[in-house]
């Protein structure tokens, strides 16, 4: 008798306000995908210096498995659908055994840090290196490289401004049919969000869709000008991987 295939994981690794939960809501459109969101921030939390800084660190920490590599087994575990799509963080991964990244598909997801940063330092004021993300992304895509794992490097604002072209672009990477449910939502919360939503999530619940992409129009703050810099050179090398 053969056996049934195993799911199709997901392993979305993203650096911060960027489209990575409009994506999450997106492929929880699918008829056959279970999501989770973020499984790895309550080992972030716990391992960094980063829980002096989140809001409602200690929350959030008392409701996760905060223990990385019992939460890598946890990810590794679920098959309950045919597709689960894990939404995370790129520097979530803090100290963990990359070794799991095997098991799926592997999206890296990244902004223009003109962009982003502003956006950051609205919720988390004078973010570090380790906060926002790049080197972390750009230290992941050298790993995959070197060991032979295929992935896919995607610029939020590429999906906004053709969502259905580039969801049936990455579906054939992640080797899943498209699903024309995909492209929309209702507003408001879903159930499998995390309870760090109501500090994070303001745009994507008052939308019901992929919003096409505007350039943003905030400056840059005086205070972030040294990390902008250095981010910048990290963002032009993981982009050439697109």
Known sequence: MTAEPGPQRIFLWSGPRNISTALMYSFAQRSDCRVVDEPLYGHYLKRSPAKERHPSAAAIMAQMECNGERAVQNMLQLSDRKVIFFKNMTHHLYGLDLNFLRS??????????????????????????????????????????????????????????????????????????????????????????????????????????????????EPLPVELESLYQRCASLYERLIKDQ
């Open 104 to 217: 799926g598909k592997n999206i890296l997801l990244t902004r223009a840090p003109q962009e982003m940063l502003p956006s950051f330092h609205k919720v988390i004021p004078c973010p570090t290196m380790k906060d926002v993300g790049y080197e972390d992304q750009v230290r992941l895509a050298e790993h995959l490289k070197n060991e032979g794992i295929p992935f896919r490097v995607i610029e939020g604002k590429s999906i906004l401004n053709a969502p259905e072209e580039e969801l049936k672009i990455l579906c054939t990477f992640l080797e899943i049919p498209f699903e024309h449910a995909m492209l929309q939502w209702k507003a408001g919360g879903i159930p499998e969000d995390g309870p760090w939503a109501r500090h994070w999530y303001h745009s994507v619940h008052a939308s019901s869709g992929f919003k096409p992409y505007k350039t943003a129009e």
